[in-house]
């Protein structure tokens, strides 16, 4: 992560989608507009890390809300 230029705050789960977002914007400098795709992954990595450990502490802390709120899932889909 050092050797690659990381800042501390973007050393996290989702760094390896960083660094190819960078990577691609080294690359394709100036129209960086091309690197959209890997901006989204790693958008999208920084939400799923975000929503998926607070539900899991949820259900951790209370077993029968995570049962129910699964049980809503699969009702509305």
Do not use: S, T
């Amino acid at each position: 992560m050092e050797a690659a230029g990381i800042d501390p705050q973007f050393r996290d789960y989702c760094a390896h989608h960083f660094l190819e977002f960078l990577r691609c914007r080294q690359d394709h400098y100036p129209w960086v507009i091309a690197c959209k795709a890997f901006h989204h992954q790693w958008q999208e990595c920084l939400a799923e890390e975000y929503v998926v450990p607070a539900f899991l502490c949820c259900c951790h802390c209370n077993f029968m809300y995570c049962v129910d709120m699964l049980n809503a899932v699969d009702r509305d889909a």
